[in-house]
């Protein structure tokens, strides 16, 4: 081997040397970035899952605190259509018992046709014009259009505060 030869193989050893160098440095460079970059996204994953955590658990409480509302409004109107329905079974029995008699107002007719005769037999008080009085089987009739009326009235109370608190 000669020596420009050698020469030549000793600058090619440094350089292939030099380079290996400069590669390895900057393999640890960019490690130490990605690494850095891995960290700081780490972290902003970390950021988002406690924000989702922190939200979740506001809704969460947030559908508690209308589940509570909506359960105390539905026992109100379970309690107020139970009453009422208490009420109306009162009601029939007294009309059931002749306890209570239905009446109606007669209207006075001013040429006098009028064909409902008017009751005789005043139990109580009356006040203001005659009066007829309705058979008991109409007024437990009478009795049981004003309990469904009521029992809609209740429900529709109940869905318009169901929709209210919802829609809040």
């Not at 005769?117 to 049981?144: C, F, K, M, S, Y």
Request: with cysteine.
């Amino acid at each position: 081997m000669s020596p420009a030869v050698g020469k030549l193989a000793g600058i090619l050893l440094l350089v292939l040397a030099t380079a290996g160098a400069a590669w390895k440095v900057q393999d640890w460079r960019y490690g130490k970035q990605l690494a850095e970059q891995a960290e700081l996204h780490q972290d902003d994953l970390a950021a988002i899952s406690n924000a989702a955590a922190a939200q979740l658990r506001a809704d969460q409480d947030k559908r508690l605190v209308l589940e509570q509302r909506l359960s105390a409004s539905d026992h109100a109107h379970h309690k107020e259509l139970t009453d009422a329905q208490v009420n109306q079974a009162r009601l029939r029995d007294r009309l059931a018992t002749s306890d209570l008699r239905l009446s109606v107002l007669i209207a006075e007719d001013p040429a006098g046709v009028c064909s409902v005769p008017a009751g005789t037999e005043a139990v109580g008080v009356v006040h203001g014009g005659a009066r007829a009085r309705l058979d008991p089987a109409h007024a437990q009739r009478i009795i049981g259009i004003t309990d469904a009326g009521d029992q809609g009235l209740i429900a529709l109370a109940a869905c318009q505060a169901y929709v209210r608190e919802v829609s809040r």
